[in-house]
């Protein structure tokens, strides 16, 4: 098990050092300078910038100097913050995002498998019906049209919640449900159609059998069994959550890092692009490596059999 | 069963722990946003990314510094006051020097008299290559400045001189008549440089590695939050004039947010945009504020042939209904422009009268609504050139706005100018920038802002040859006539003016560039707030501002 | 769905009626798996009336050119952002009035529309017809929507098959494949897309396919772990069968659920993905309309003009809801295990 993880923490690096090599040369396809002011520098004064930032220099000499900064931590200095250091920037950023994004998993997940499970257990009753709607309009409407939604009556006409600005925990749970809403969704659905497999299956019935009660049984046996494909959503899930939106975060006027992702793309700030995917790629490949492990834990076949194989 | 009650019950406790939270904290966050105080609370509609005075290059970073810095003069709405120096220069050797001198009570507000001193070095650290400014060519006319952004001469032999630790001596390579007025950019302020050397990379990547001598003091930025604020600096030469305790800035993306927090009394001035300007147009709180930007449209001569003919292009200038674009489309109150100079930004030195209004009595047919003209034109345009049909790619912003307006023009030509067949093609800012500067397109809606107030900012950029001339478009008369207004009549007022306004009219009768509409801002702002005032340069200036 | 728990006499049948059938030639005519599928999706109301529904959405979007009342791009400012009418006016919802700077007035006369003109579902910020409108769009974010599932199941259910199925280092190779196409940020790869093809469906569509399979193919990889241990599997294999007979009698059926599910979470991704492109400006490119952009501007000035936003968000959740009951439907039909 440690020789396995070990030889994946290995791999995570060698897929961090490919991503950042495509991404860095794709990068450098998206059109126009990195300078605020293009609209009014000359053809000669872009020159002369391009010159001082060193962006005229040969690809190859411009990559070698970022993978040598990426090995020391380095992540260069943002175009677009003068002389900001984009670990900097990130760091800054980073926390507004993961909590709206840790508080949204949380309500997501949570109510997404409990929901998913009830509507299992109550299969094809009107409580399954009444969840699977639910489930279904939670999916279907974008979280820009549920953030004005919430904004709108929660907030404006209610005032039950702060109507945005980021000032305490209070202001969190507006953008927190309204980006709650398709996980939540996602994860019910998939809990429900697990859940009704795993409660048709042989050693449940025969754990009914036995005379567990209802509740014990989706307890004890049926809910673990059902996560295998919920873990498998769930992480990418985070990942996506974490590192912020862009649409929420402009709704609610939050400064995470969801934005300025966007931003930095559309405003060629390359060190900044570079910094925000690398952390992104970073993320996913640890939450893919803690789900593979998860699938083991959850699932013993699969420790057994799997597992082995690779190693 | 058991099960669902269980969980039944969870949810009701959650649930209410819920409401409380959001309850107890939305009491407490509300009794806070009172504004009797001295407060104006604002927005922005994005972050701050510099206080480097020299690096500066946005409009919100430009009106933190000029919150927080004071350069020689300070513009009060549109009237040019001295602020370090004592009062407007005028120049001297045939309008190439200008000596300036400097009031002695000026500190910075870590309590540093500001001299003269601190003017030459914040100029040669902006001219100087490796500071890597944006903004270092509005120096070009200052002597030596090209070179030394070229890297060619060293920073110290710029044309700005300390006679003395109160006096300045500019020397100019040519005479620039708007001279004064530029040097309200904070490219042009003073710098501490006892302060920027000790701050070193960081200067201005924070609050506290920002120092100013104006009127405010910089207070809780940390390089990239999204909330900030100006206190009242006791150090100003000008304190007691200064009325306001603090500005509030807080950034707000989304106009519909920002339209919540105006209603909701927790914020005292928004910007509005689309269906929220045009909704809120009765408002009594409602406020325009005018701005020195031109929208307008090049056509390629390059890409197209037939958009050298004249008839064509004032044929696509009369079919667009500019009233109805303004009142219908964009919503926001923008002026219709009859010229590419906007209103507001030069005025006739005997008679005070507008720049753009002066010409539009001469030349407005040529932007009129006239549908019947525009076909007749484009079908003897057409026949001249000898085609049939004209198949383009409209070029344009992915914004709200930039979309709306190019999906209107493309429907207004196809059907004003039979034959003519429009194709959209909405990028990202400078994607479209670089397209425009390759000369990648057919036609394009563009934009253009007054760097300074002066109708030359404007009428330079289509000459032949410049670099921003995107369309081609060239006339001679035109070219000489701007030669002149930079040479021969550039030292007599009335002369200069002249000439401007002859070029303006030609460019205006060629249709050289299609002008659109010159932007005018939606705010809302509370009623409380007082005398605040808005530059030709499109800043706030907060020396005057109170609340009642 | 309450009445499906009534226990019809199907549900004692044996698993293989077809050799019944042969045997004892006494019942109805024989049945393919499936007509019996299909049997027993019509037993199901829900899902055939899902079914209709869907059915009659996609023929309107199909039709959309001969149904829609009008041209979806054709402007008329003066008839700008008029609200819902239909006829004179006399049913609530679709009066034309609406309110501006706080005052409520008949739109309709306020703009001088002729008298019997109006718009169903009103009009947008150019005048342009919105019940039009939302047809068209239908129709765009139904393709967006079905090109995406392709990916998915071209692309993503053999992906993850032959990752499980080969294993040790092929699993590796895969894998780590996957994690480096879905490290790269979409948005990325959509603008480029954007740059080289010019912004259209196309771009945008591939912008989508790039990375909208990782899931699904994360998914069956982890499923087909999981059934590769069952015994019947195990048996087939002993059995001598081949794997792509494996894969297509007994893995893929098996995991027609997994499968179902996901591809219900990968329209409205779909959708929103491009939904989430005309937020930022670079979706469906000018005039045309997907549903993606109608909410977009709809959630705009939803403060003012909430119709804007509320019809395209029923269509979505309508278009949605059909979906999803009608994949219910097919998931107890087809899958043999929970069928009951």
Same mark, same amino acid.
């Given at each position: 098990?440690?020789?396995?993880?070990?030889?994946?923490?290995?791999?995570?690096?060698?897929?961090?050092?490919?991503?950042?090599?495509?991404?860095?040369?794709?990068?450098?396809?998206?059109?126009?300078?990195?300078?605020?002011?293009?609209?009014?520098?000359?053809?000669?004064?872009?020159?002369?910038?391009?010159?001082?930032?060193?962006? *005229?220099?040969?690809?190859?000499?411009?990559?070698?100097?970022?993978?040598?900064?990426?090995?020391?931590?380095?992540?260069?200095?943002?175009?677009?913050?003068? *002389?900001?250091?984009?670990?900097?920037?990130?760091?800054?950023?980073?926390?507004?995002?993961?909590?709206?994004?840790?508080?949204?998993?949380?309500?997501?997940?949570?109510?997404?498998?409990?929901?998913?499970?009830?509507?299992?257990?109550?299969?094809?009753?009107?409580?399954?019906?009444?969840?699977?709607?639910?489930?279904?309009?939670?999916?279907?409407?974008?979280?820009?049209?549920?953030?004005?939604?919430?904004?709108?009556?929660?907030?404006?006409?209610?005032?039950?919640?702060?109507?945005?600005?980021?000032?305490?925990?209070?202001?969190?749970?507006?953008?927190?449900?309204?980006?709650?809403?398709?996980?939540?969704?996602?994860?019910?659905?998939?809990?429900?159609?697990?859940?009704?497999?795993?409660?048709?299956?042989?050693?449940?019935?025969?754990?009914?059998?036995?005379?567990?009660?209802?509740?014990?049984?989706?307890?004890?046996?049926?809910?673990?069994?059902?996560?295998?494909?919920?873990?498998?959503?769930?992480?990418?899930?985070?990942?996506?959550?974490?590192?912020?939106?862009?649409?929420?975060?402009?709704?609610?006027?939050?400064?995470?890092?969801?934005?300025?992702?966007?931003?930095?793309?559309?405003?060629?700030?390359?060190?900044?692009?570079?910094?925000?995917?690398?952390?992104?790629?970073?993320?996913?490949?640890?939450?893919?490596?803690?789900?593979?492990?998860?699938?083991?834990?959850?699932?013993?076949?699969?420790?057994?059999?799997?597992?082995?194989?690779?190693? | 069963?058991?099960?669902?009650?269980?969980?039944?019950?969870?949810?009701?406790?959650?649930?209410?722990?819920?409401?409380?939270?959001?309850?107890?904290?939305?009491?407490?966050?509300?009794?806070?946003?009172?504004?009797?105080?001295?407060?104006?609370?604002?927005?922005?509609?994005?972050?701050? &990314?510099?206080?480097?005075?020299?690096?500066?290059?946005?409009?919100?970073?430009?009106?933190?510094?000029?919150?927080?810095?004071?350069?020689?003069?300070?513009?009060?709405?549109?009237?040019?006051?001295?602020?370090?120096?004592?009062?407007?220069?005028?120049?001297?050797?045939?309008?190439?020097?200008?000596?300036?001198?400097?009031?002695?009570?000026?500190?910075?507000?870590?309590?540093?008299?500001?001299?003269?001193?601190?003017?030459?070095?914040?100029?040669?650290?902006?001219?100087?290559?490796?500071?890597?400014?944006?903004?270092?060519?509005?120096?070009?006319?200052?002597?030596?400045?090209?070179?030394?952004?070229?890297?060619?001469?060293?920073?110290?032999?710029?044309?700005?001189?300390?006679?003395?630790?109160?006096?300045?001596?500019?020397?100019?390579?040519?005479?620039?008549?708007?001279?004064?007025?530029?040097?309200?950019?904070?490219?042009?302020?003073?710098?501490?440089?006892?302060?920027?050397?000790?701050?070193?990379?960081?200067?201005?990547?924070?609050?506290?590695?920002?120092?100013?001598?104006?009127?405010?003091?910089?207070?809780?930025?940390?390089?990239?939050?999204?909330?900030?604020?100006?206190?009242?600096?006791?150090?100003?030469?000008?304190?007691?004039?200064?009325?306001?305790?603090?500005?509030?800035?807080?950034?707000?993306?989304?106009?519909?947010?920002?339209?919540?927090?105006?209603?909701?009394?927790?914020?005292?001035?928004?910007?509005?945009?689309?269906?929220?300007?045009?909704?809120?147009?009765?408002?009594?709180?409602?406020?325009?504020?005018?701005?020195?930007?031109?929208?307008?449209?090049?056509?390629?001569?390059?890409?197209?042939?037939?958009?050298?003919?004249?008839?064509?292009?004032?044929?696509?200038?009369?079919?667009?209904?500019?009233?109805?674009?303004?009142?219908?489309?964009?919503?926001?109150?923008?002026?219709?422009?009859?010229?590419?100079?906007?209103?507001?930004?030069?005025?006739?030195?005997?008679?005070?009268?507008?720049?753009?209004?002066?010409?539009?009595?001469?030349?407005?047919?040529?932007?009129?609504?006239?549908?019947?003209?525009?076909? &007749?034109?484009?079908?003897?345009?057409?026949?001249?050139?000898?085609?049939?049909?004209?198949?383009?790619?409209?070029?344009?912003?992915?914004?709200?706005?930039?979309?709306?307006?190019?999906?209107?023009?493309?429907?207004?030509?196809?059907?004003?100018?039979?034959?003519?067949?429009?194709?959209?093609?909405?990028?990202?800012?400078?994607?479209?920038?670089?397209?425009?500067?390759?000369?990648?397109?057919?036609?394009?809606?563009?934009?253009?802002?007054?760097?300074?107030?002066?109708?030359?900012?404007?009428?330079?950029?289509?000459?032949?040859?410049?670099?921003?001339?995107?369309?081609?478009?060239?006339?001679?008369?035109?070219?000489?006539?701007?030669?002149?207004?930079?040479?021969?009549?550039?030292?007599?007022?009335?002369?200069?003016?002249?000439?401007?306004?002859?070029?303006?009219?030609?460019?205006?009768?060629?249709?050289?560039?299609?002008?659109?509409?010159?932007?005018?801002?939606?705010?809302?702002?509370?009623?409380?707030?007082?005398?605040?005032?808005?530059?030709?340069?499109?800043?706030?200036?907060?020396?005057?501002?109170?609340?009642? | 769905?309450?009445?499906?728990?009534?226990?019809?006499?199907?549900?004692?049948?044996?698993?293989?009626?077809?050799?019944?059938?042969?045997?004892?030639?006494?019942?109805?005519?024989?049945?393919?798996?499936?007509?019996?599928?299909?049997?027993?999706?019509?037993?199901?109301?829900?899902?055939?009336?899902?079914?209709?529904?869907?059915?009659?959405?996609?023929?309107?979007?199909?039709?959309?050119?001969?149904?829609?009342?009008?041209?979806?791009?054709?402007?008329?400012?003066?008839?700008?952002?008029?609200?819902?009418?239909?006829?004179?006016?006399?049913?609530?919802?679709?009066?034309?009035?609406?309110?501006?700077?706080?005052?409520?007035?008949?739109?309709?006369?306020?703009?001088?529309?002729?008298?019997?003109?109006?718009?169903?579902?009103?009009?947008?910020?150019?005048?342009?017809?919105?019940?039009?409108?939302?047809?068209?769009?239908?129709?765009?974010?139904?393709?967006?929507?079905?090109?995406?599932?392709?990916?998915?199941?071209?692309?993503?259910?053999?992906?993850?098959?032959?990752?499980?199925?080969?294993?040790?280092?092929?699993?590796?190779?895969?894998?780590?494949?996957?994690?480096?196409?879905?490290?790269?940020?979409?948005? @990325?790869?959509?603008?480029?897309?954007?740059?080289?093809?010019?912004?259209?469906?196309?771009? @945008?569509?591939?912008?989508?396919?790039?990375?909208?399979?990782?899931?699904?193919?994360?998914? @069956?990889?982890?499923?087909?772990?999981?059934?590769?241990?069952?015994?019947?599997?195990?048996?087939?294999?002993?059995?001598?069968?081949?794997?792509?007979?494996?894969?297509?009698?007994?893995?893929?059926?098996?995991?027609?659920?997994?499968?179902?599910?996901?591809?219900?979470?990968?329209?409205?991704?779909?959708?929103?993905?491009?939904?989430?492109?005309?937020?930022?400006?670079?979706?469906?490119?000018?005039?045309?309309?997907?549903?993606?952009?109608?909410?977009?501007?709809?959630?705009?000035?939803?403060?003012?003009?909430?119709?804007?936003?509320?019809?395209?968000?029923?269509?979505?959740?309508?278009?949605?809801?059909?979906?999803?009951?009608?994949?219910?439907?097919?998931?107890?039909?087809?899958?043999?295990?929970?069928?009951?």
């Amino acid at each position: 098990m440690t020789k396995y993880i070990l030889k994946r923490i290995a791999w995570i690096f060698i897929t961090l050092w490919i991503v950042a090599t495509i991404t860095f040369f794709l990068m450098k396809l998206l059109p126009g300078t990195p300078y605020t002011n293009q609209a009014k520098l000359s053809a000669d004064q872009i020159r002369i910038m391009n010159d001082q930032y060193g962006l *005229n220099k040969p690809l190859i000499t411009q990559y070698w100097v970022y993978i040598v900064g990426l090995l020391h931590g380095d992540l260069g200095t943002s175009f677009q913050f003068n *002389n900001q250091p984009v670990t900097y920037l990130i760091s800054n950023r980073i926390g507004p995002s993961m909590q709206i994004g840790a508080q949204a998993m949380i309500i997501g997940t949570f109510l997404g498998i409990l929901l998913g499970a009830i509507a299992a257990v109550k299969q094809r009753t009107w409580v399954d019906s009444v969840a699977t709607f639910f489930a279904i309009v939670g999916r279907s409407i974008p979280n820009f049209v549920f953030a004005v939604i919430l904004q709108f009556f929660l907030a404006f006409k209610l005032k039950i919640f702060p109507i945005a600005l980021w000032d305490g925990f209070s202001s969190s749970i507006l953008p927190s449900i309204a980006l709650a809403m398709a996980p939540l969704a996602d994860t019910a659905r998939f809990m429900r159609t697990e859940m009704v497999d795993v409660l048709s299956s042989d050693y449940i019935e025969l754990a009914r059998s036995k005379g567990l009660s209802s509740w014990q049984t989706v307890a004890k046996h049926a809910l673990r069994n059902s996560l295998i494909p919920v873990v498998t959503i769930i992480g990418p899930m985070a990942v996506a959550l974490m590192t912020g939106s862009m649409v929420i975060e402009n709704i609610f006027s939050i400064p995470g890092i969801g934005e300025q992702f966007v931003k930095s793309i559309l405003t060629n700030d390359y060190p900044t692009i570079m910094g925000l995917t690398i952390l992104y790629s970073a993320a996913l490949l640890v939450i893919y490596l803690v789900v593979d492990i998860l699938y083991g834990i959850i699932d013993p076949r699969i420790r057994l059999s799997t597992t082995g194989g690779k190693e | 069963m058991k099960f669902s009650k269980v969980v039944g019950a969870g949810l009701v406790i959650a649930a209410s722990a819920f409401l409380l939270v959001a309850c107890g904290s939305g009491s407490s966050s509300s009794s806070s946003s009172s504004s009797d105080s001295q407060t104006f609370r604002r927005m922005e509609s994005d972050t701050l &990314q510099t206080m480097d005075p020299s690096t500066n290059t946005d409009a919100i970073s430009g009106q933190a510094l000029i919150d927080t810095m004071d350069g020689f003069y300070r513009y009060n709405g549109k009237k040019l006051q001295p602020a370090i120096a004592t009062s407007i220069a005028k120049p001297t050797n045939d309008g190439k020097t200008y000596t300036i001198k400097l009031r002695k009570n000026a500190k910075w507000s870590n309590g540093d008299p500001v001299t003269a001193q601190d003017f030459v070095y914040g100029w040669q650290r902006t001219v100087n290559p490796k500071t890597a400014a944006q903004y270092a060519y509005l120096f070009d006319s200052v002597e030596n400045a090209k070179d030394i952004i070229a890297g060619k001469k060293a920073p110290d032999t710029l044309g700005i001189k300390a006679t003395d630790k109160n006096t300045i001596q500019i020397t100019l390579t040519e005479a620039v008549p708007y001279f004064n007025g530029l040097m309200t950019n904070p490219a042009f302020f003073p710098q501490n440089q006892k302060f920027v050397e000790k701050a070193g990379k960081n200067y201005g990547t924070q609050a506290k590695y920002a120092l100013g001598n104006g009127p405010f003091v910089l207070k809780g930025w940390t390089g990239t939050n999204n909330s900030w604020s100006e206190t009242k600096n006791k150090n100003y030469w000008n304190a007691k004039a200064v009325k306001l305790d603090k500005v509030a800035v807080q950034v707000i993306k989304d106009p519909s947010t920002a339209l919540n927090l105006f209603q909701s009394n927790k914020i005292d001035d928004v910007a509005l945009s689309g269906e929220s300007a045009q909704q809120m147009k009765n408002d009594p709180a409602f406020t325009p504020r005018k701005q020195s930007t031109t929208f307008y449209t090049q056509l390629n001569q390059k890409t197209i042939p037939a958009f050298k003919n004249t008839k064509i292009r004032q044929a696509i200038s009369m079919a667009v209904n500019r009233k109805e674009l303004i009142n219908k489309v964009l919503g926001n109150g923008s002026l219709i422009a009859n010229n590419v100079t906007p209103q507001g930004i030069m005025s006739n030195p005997s008679t005070g009268q507008d720049f753009a209004k002066a010409a539009a009595t001469k030349d407005s047919e040529y932007t009129a609504y006239n549908p019947k003209k525009a076909k &007749q034109l484009f079908q003897e345009g057409l026949q001249e050139v000898g085609i049939k049909e004209l198949d383009v790619t409209l070029l344009g912003d992915d914004t709200d706005g930039g979309k709306k307006m190019n999906e209107y023009l493309q429907s207004t030509w196809q059907q004003n100018l039979p034959g003519m067949k429009v194709t959209l093609s909405n990028v990202p800012f400078k994607t479209r920038l670089t397209r425009s500067t390759n000369g990648q397109f057919d036609m394009v809606t563009s934009a253009w802002g007054a760097d300074y107030p002066d109708a030359i900012s404007f009428l330079d950029l289509f000459t032949t040859g410049n670099s921003y001339n995107n369309g081609s478009w060239s006339n001679s008369d035109y070219d000489a006539k701007i030669a002149a207004s930079k040479t021969t009549d550039v030292l007599d007022p009335q002369k200069r003016w002249n000439d401007l306004q002859d070029a303006q009219q030609i460019i205006t009768q060629e249709q050289g560039v299609v002008p659109l509409y010159q932007r005018v801002e939606a705010h809302l702002v509370n009623k409380k707030v007082k005398n605040l005032q808005y530059s030709p340069a499109n800043n706030y200036n907060f020396v005057t501002a109170y609340i009642k | 769905m309450a009445d499906n728990v009534k226990i019809t006499p199907d549900s004692f049948k044996p698993a293989n009626n077809q050799d019944n059938t042969q045997k004892e030639e006494i019942q109805a005519p024989s049945l393919t798996f499936f007509q019996d599928a299909v049997r027993r999706l019509k037993q199901n109301k829900v899902a055939v009336v899902a079914f209709w529904v869907l059915a009659v959405m996609i023929i309107i979007a199909l039709l959309a050119p001969v149904i829609a009342p009008h041209n979806p791009n054709t402007q008329n400012v003066n008839y700008a952002n008029l609200p819902p009418k239909i006829g004179s006016g006399n049913i609530p919802g679709f009066t034309g009035k609406g309110e501006v700077a706080g005052v409520v007035s008949d739109r309709y006369a306020a703009a001088g529309v002729s008298k019997g003109t109006y718009y169903i579902l009103g009009t947008d910020y150019l005048g342009r017809d919105l019940l039009s409108r939302i047809i068209y769009g239908t129709r765009l974010s139904i393709f967006v929507a079905f090109a995406a599932t392709m990916f998915d199941m071209i692309i993503g259910v053999p992906y993850g098959l032959i990752s499980a199925w080969r294993g040790k280092f092929t699993d590796i190779v895969m894998q780590r494949i996957i994690e480096i196409i879905s490290s790269v940020p979409n948005l @990325i790869v959509a603008i480029l897309m954007l740059l080289i093809f010019k912004p259209g469906l196309t771009s @945008i569509i591939i912008a989508i396919g790039f990375t909208g399979w990782i899931t699904m193919a994360r998914l @069956i990889r982890a499923e087909t772990y999981q059934l590769e241990s069952e015994e019947y599997i195990l048996a087939a294999q002993t059995l001598g069968e081949s794997s792509l007979k494996i894969a297509f009698k007994h893995l893929i059926p098996n995991m027609s659920s997994v499968i179902i599910i996901n591809t219900m979470m990968t329209i409205p991704t779909a959708i929103f993905f491009e939904a989430f492109l005309s937020y930022i400006g670079i979706g469906i490119p000018a005039p045309n309309a997907s549903l993606g952009t109608l909410l977009s501007d709809g959630q705009k000035t939803f403060r003012f003009l909430p119709y804007q936003m509320w019809y395209p968000s029923a269509v979505i959740v309508l278009l949605m809801l059909a979906f999803n009951l009608l994949a219910d439907g097919l998931r107890d039909a087809f899958d043999p295990k929970s069928s009951r």
